[in-house]
């Protein structure tokens, strides 16, 4: 009987591109003659966003922004002085080859910044942001799912891919006046703002995709109120509801939704006494379907009968992650005695470098990385200071499912930092994080591709036998036992009345020798 196979093709993730960029930031700045001079520089933050990314053929073309917001004080000290800034930086990336169906991944960070008042008008600042750039693409493997004939034994596994993979990204703009409540002092200047999103709530809707959710901004800006200058912290979320239209979308995809602040603009309205503000935010939503497919894929093979050899590959079937929505908490000491503040207007943080690993248990994930703590406060002199403290930390999620031989990612996001000075003049912070572990089965899979059988001779065996006596150590895999002895698994597991695939105890088995 000739041999007869059964190969599937299978989508298979292939990475074209795994690569960090460096952008150099600078910023030489006079002063316009309506600024005050500088006094005090008080803080710098350069906040990079990925604005725009495109692939056509073997290149990929992306568009970097980097928001620069300076603060200083003036001679009096009394005004908080901003001065914001952009720099935009397109970049090419050569792929080296065509991706199939791309999918990209950009992220970006600030590696390093320095500032300076080089005179009383005149600003100097220097830094770097690092690009992580993820471009992978899609061909098809073929690998083999059954075979018959010439006596060949298959070990067979189902792998649980991704057949099918939609994409569709919307920028939306949601705006909202925020009015001061008689308790909170004047406008006079927008000190710093931050804009962050979590997840949002997704429903399909006639073959569309409905988004709503929320973005958190946190700013703070200076007041007066009666003659006095404050520092004031506001928080307001904002809501958005959008439709997202994904060409071929139905209820048989896996969906999920990315929101990311793109930016986000707070200004007095002028006419309003100061007493309301407009806040316009610019959110980019990334959406991302998956359609779930099983297959029985050949692992391992051999004939009982004919000498036999196997062609092996490893491949990358995109896997579809279980995804578990995690909080922990983080607290720490800051400060204490004559270092405490004299006031604390408000405090934040942002994680950074976040690594997450699989516990020896198999049944937890180890988070860990650094906490930067925030604060504007007043200090002893009376003037305002913005200082950041980083503190290493590291939790441990316990899950209920064992993951042992997955691999895990994980994306943290602090959802609200809070802070205590005690009677003994100690101040401690706490930061309330929200964690979103995606554990991956498999990153790949070594697939059979082809089989090939010599039937111009036969195996030889050390003799003539039916039934030959093995000792089995616990745990041992039953297709390990017949492989060697050119036999069936299921014949000695019927022969020695086996459940599994593997040995529960060690001891004596009995092997019959399929012809």
Not at 125 to 136: E, F, H, L, T, W
Not at 142 to 154: I, P, R, T, Y
Not at 156 to 181: C, F, G, H, M
Not at 423 to 431: D, F, N, P, R, Y
């Amino acid at each position: 009987m000739d041999l007869k196979l059964t190969k599937e093709t299978v989508p298979v993730a292939e990475i074209i591109c795994d690569t960090v960029q460096e952008q150099p930031v600078e910023l030489d700045y006079i002063l316009p003659d309506y600024c005050p001079d500088i006094f005090r520089l008080i803080r710098c933050e350069a906040v990079p966003v990925i604005t725009e990314s495109t692939v056509s053929g073997d290149r990929l073309t992306y568009e970097l922004r980097c928001d620069i917001h300076i603060l200083y004080c003036d001679e009096d000290g009394s005004t908080v002085q901003s001065v914001e800034q952009q720099r935009i930086f397109t970049r090419i990336v050569e792929l080296g080859k065509n991706a199939e169906r791309p999918d990209v991944r950009i992220t970006a960070k600030t590696n390093h910044i320095s500032f300076r008042a080089v005179n009383k008008r005149r600003l100097d600042m220097r830094g770097a942001v690092s690009i992580k750039i993820n471009v992978s693409g899609e061909q098809a493997q073929e690998v083999v799912s059954d075979a018959a004939g010439m006596n060949v034994q298959l070990r067979k596994v189902p792998v649980n891919y991704a057949a099918q993979r939609l994409s569709a990204v919307k920028n939306v703009r949601i705006e909202e006046d925020i009015e001061l409540t008689a308790a909170q002092p004047d406008i006079i200047s927008v000190i710093n703002c931050r804009c962050s999103t979590e997840k949002c709530e997704i429903k399909l809707i006639s073959g569309k995709l409905l988004a709503k959710g929320e973005a958190d901004v946190e700013l703070i800006y200076a007041g007066e109120s009666g003659g006095e200058m404050y520092v004031e912290p506001m928080r307001f979320s904002m809501s958005y509801s959008q439709i997202i239209d994904v060409e071929g979308l139905d209820d048989s995809f896996d969906c999920s939704v990315s929101p990311e602040a793109v930016s986000c603009d707070v200004g007095v309205i002028s006419g309003s006494d100061n007493r309301v503000l407009r806040c316009e935010a610019e959110l980019r939503l990334s959406c991302r379907a998956v359609k779930t497919a099983t297959v029985m894929i050949a692992e391992d093979a051999f004939s009982t009968v004919y000498p036999c050899s196997v062609e092996m590959s490893e491949i990358k079937a995109e896997q579809i992650p279980i995804v578990y929505d995690e909080s922990i908490r983080h607290s720490t000491r800051l400060a204490e005695g004559e270092n405490v503040p004299l006031k604390i207007y408000a405090m934040w943080s942002e994680p950074k470098n976040i690594n997450a690993h699989i516990g020896e248990d198999g049944q937890s994930v180890v988070i860990s990385g650094m906490l930067v703590y925030s604060m504007a406060a007043k200090e002893c002199t009376g003037g305002i200071a913005m200082p950041d403290r980083e503190e290493a930390f590291e939790e441990i999620i316990t899950l209920h499912d064992y993951i042992s031989g997955a691999e895990v990612a994980a994306e943290v996001i602090v959802r609200e930092t809070s802070y205590d000075i005690s009677a003994e003049g100690v101040l401690t912070a706490k930061a309330d994080m929200a964690v979103r572990l995606s554990v991956y089965s498999s990153n790949s899979i070594r697939a059979v591709t082809d089989i090939a059988i010599d039937d111009s001779s036969r195996k030889e065996r050390d003799g003539d036998y039916a039934i030959k006596l093995y000792f089995g150590s616990e745990n041992e895999m039953v297709w390990d036992i017949a492989k060697r002895y050119s036999t069936s698994v299921y014949a000695i597991m019927e022969e020695n009345d086996l459940n599994g695939d593997r040995l529960e105890n060690g001891g004596m088995l009995l092997i019959p020798i399929v012809s």
